[in-house]
DNA sequence: TTATGTATGTAATATCATAACACGTCAAGA
DNA sequence: TCTTGACGTGTTATGATATTACATACATAA
């Protein structure tokens, strides 16, 4: 598993990584990761923190490309279909998926001191929601789990 | 536990039984459960469904109450504080509380074909999510669990 | 080549949410 | 009693987020 967020990492191993695990997964599904949605990809995960959409289409446009919101909205909405971005709710934000292609019932845990969002390995979380659910006759498509709390620095300060 | 929106039930007994509740423990809180935030909750709970601050404070205003979007915000937000309403991300709304007092981590399953939402009890799901941030070092405060799919009417006309 | 689907760009608008300030009420304390 | 401060409500104005609708460009395939 890439390592989380909250731990100190060789980033520019882990998003390179990341990336070319997203460049190998389109091309196999047939999706085309174009240069915007690759350049959207690249600002998350440079950033490598949750970003507004406002705020990626800013650096998109710096960089050329159209300065209308739907520009950054649509790549987005595609990274997150293509499993390669999630969005995060509570922070009207957006965040490169940290281990695309693996099957993955991502939860986010997020810290409300310094706004570090965090992806945790929740199958044992949907697996129980997935019951929960089944015992009213509902079936799950898609989940949003998200927590808000400490992580461990800003635990150790307070 | 109160009747699952999904399923037939006595509405006006589940609403009449909810709101009584709220009046007791914002009592006993020393919570100020006044004109207007009295309202918003019924106005919630006659609609059953998740409503938009907007839509709420239509309603509101209607009824007299300011027509400024602060007035909802205010009154939905101190319902929220209290228990007695929560907030879906997912659909940028609020819907009462089907149980407030009761301790629970509420899970939301929300139909994407007729948009209901019900309140499932979600302890365990709860319970696996403070494990898998636990492994992390991350400390659960609050949790928003949204889960997207298909009531049992909706999957039956499919 | 021409047709078709998909991607991008732009303008305009819709929707959601908060900041800042004014006013009224009420209760504690001088 | 008068003052003070906390709280609730109302309003104006603005900010932040997201989508609709339409035009243009580009790829691919008949
Ligand atoms: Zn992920
Ligand atoms: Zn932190
Ligand atoms: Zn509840
Ligand atoms: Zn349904």
Redesign the interface.
Known sequence: MTA?A?QLHDHAHCSGDVLARAEALTTASGARLTPVRRRALEILLEAHRAMGAYEVLQRLAAEGYGNQPPVAYRALEFLVEQGLAHRI??LNAFTACMHPGEAHAP?F?I??ACDTV?E???A??R???D???A??????????????????AC?AQA
């Open positions: 989380p909250f709710r509570r939860a845990l810290c409300r965090a945790a390995a929740a044992p979380v697996a129980a929601l019951a929960a659910a015992d009213l006759g509902f079936v799950v498509e898609r989940a949003n789990i998200e927590a808000l709390g400490l992580c461990p635990q």
